[in-house]
């Protein structure tokens, strides 16, 4: 376990670095990019849409940001997905600030986004007439950092919708890292070491007779979730956990080939319909 000291640094290292990066990506992406069209739900929520027409699959696969994150953030990970033969549509979920909200809302807006994406209800804000078509599939989401948590909260009470979740670098258990006051109480409350919280979610996973699948990527070298143990949870299956074999930081999980290829296969494995039952 890291020293008090050593936190405060870290977490403030991890301050400074998510504000140049913000300020980065918003010159790199504008709002309407060429990786697809912003589309919007009746929720607080604009994310991104990369058109249905060109892919062959209709399962949907929600990418959930983490604290202050950016749709680019996932733009590695696609690429490499779609490397693998992975012909899914992708809504890049932005949840606004949500470095300054709860998991619980955030949580709340995503499983109204999955709702109505999965039934079909969506609006293209570039103007064209597009709708999404309602999914045969339940739907993957695949949460970085902090969007891990909200998607795992997301899944255990939105079981009929949403059959698989995916965790990279999330601080499922909490982080030694969340230090206040740099992270504020509402992040603290949210991602502290063995907070509440995050343990009432744990057991309630554990106790869902149909919970969804979980996956989790995680790294000895991440000093956002710290310790490493925290970004999986105890009770799943090995064979649904990857540790990334370099020294691969928080930030660069998503650009890792090996965490490409690891979440690639479990997309491809295991039932996936709305009949298909939980292995854990």
């Not at 998607?151 to 969340?178: D, E, M, N």
């Not at 991440?222 to 925290?230: C, L, T």
């Not at 970004?231 to 956990?241: L, Q, V």
Request: proline share 6%.
């Amino acid at each position: 376990m890291k020293s008090a000291a050593s936190n405060l640094l870290s977490t403030l290292q991890i301050t400074f670095h998510d504000r140049q990066e913000q300020k980065s990506r918003k010159e790199r992406y504008p709002f309407n990019n060429e990786r697809g069209s912003y589309v919007r739900v009746e929720a607080d929520a604009d994310f991104l849409f990369q058109d249905r027409a060109l892919y062959n699959e209709d399962q949907n696969i929600f990418l959930v940001p983490g604290r202050n994150g950016h749709p680019s953030d996932f733009f590695p990970l696609v690429n490499r997905l779609r490397e693998h033969g992975i012909a899914s549509p992708f809504y890049i979920v932005c949840l606004g600030e949500n470095g300054e909200t709860s998991v619980a809302e955030d949580s709340e807006i995503l499983a109204h986004v999955v709702e109505e994406v999965q039934s079909g209800f969506v609006e293209v804000l570039t103007g064209q007439s597009d709708m999404s078509v309602p999914s045969r599939h339940k739907a993957v989401v695949i949460g970085l950092s902090k969007g891990g948590l909200v998607a795992t909260r997301a899944a255990q009470y939105l079981t009929k919708k949403i059959g698989k979740v995916i965790t990279i670098g999330s601080p499922l258990y909490g982080t030694s890292s969340a230090v206040w006051p740099v992270v504020g109480q509402t992040t603290l409350e949210d991602m502290g070491w063995l907070n509440p919280r995050v343990i009432k979610l744990a057991e309630d996973l554990k106790d869902n007779p149909r919970p969804p699948l979980l996956y989790h990527v995680y790294s000895d070298y991440d000093y956002v979730v710290s310790p490493p143990e925290a970004a999986y949870y105890a009770f799943t299956p090995p064979r649904r956990i990857y540790q990334c074999e370099k020294k691969v930081t928080h930030f660069g999980l998503t650009s890792d080939r090996g965490v490409g290829e690891a979440v690639a296969a479990w997309l491809k494995a295991e039932a996936r319909g709305p009949a298909a039952k939980s292995k854990i």
